[in-house]
Nanobody
Framework: QVQLVESGGGLVQAGGSLRLSCVAS????????MGWFRQAPGKEREFVAA????????YYADSVKDRFTISRDNAKNAVYLQLNSLKPEDTAVYYC?????????????????WGKGTLVTVSS
C-alpha cells in the first residue's frame, strides 16, 4: 500500500508559478513511476506529467510541455511539479499518482495509487 499526500496548491495570477509536492509513504518509493494528473470542473481527469522510477525519463501532456517540470527525490520519497507561466485553463485539482512497480503512469489505467489532490486556481 502507498499513501500519497500532495501540497503546494493555491491561488495565483496568470503568468505566475507554483510548485506542487507529493510525499509518499508505504512501499519502496524508488520502484514506482510517478505522475501528476488534473481534473478541472466539469471535465474528466487528464494526464499532466510523469517520471520514471529512476528519474531519467519524463513525459508531458502537450498542453503543459515547456511550462511544467516534473522531478523526484527518492531520498525524500517525494515528487514535484513546477508550474510556470500559468494560465486560467490550468485551474484544476492536481492529483499525485503512483504507477505499479516499474510502471510510469502516463494514463489513468496505469495508476495504482492516487493522492487526494490539491487545488490550483489561476486568475486572469
Amino acid at each position: 500500500q502507498v499513501q500519497l499526500v500532495e501540497s503546494g496548491g493555491g491561488l495565483v495570477q496568470a503568468g505566475g508559478s507554483l510548485r506542487l509536492s507529493c510525499v509518499a509513504s508505504g512501499r519502496t518509493f524508488s520502484n514506482y513511476g510517478m505522475g501528476w494528473f488534473r481534473q478541472a470542473p466539469g471535465k474528466e481527469r487528464e494526464f499532466v506529467a510523469a517520471i520514471s522510477w529512476g528519474g531519467t525519463r519524463t513525459y508531458y501532456a502537450d498542453s503543459v510541455k515547456d511550462r511544467f517540470t516534473i522531478s523526484r527525490d527518492n531520498a525524500k520519497n517525494a515528487v514535484y511539479l513546477q508550474l510556470n507561466s500559468l494560465k486560467p485553463e490550468d485551474t484544476a485539482v492536481y492529483y499525485c499518482a503512483a504507477g505499479g512497480t516499474s510502471v510510469v503512469p502516463t494514463t489513468a489505467s496505469r495508476v495504482d495509487y492516487w493522492g487526494k489532490g490539491t487545488l490550483v486556481t489561476v486568475s486572469s
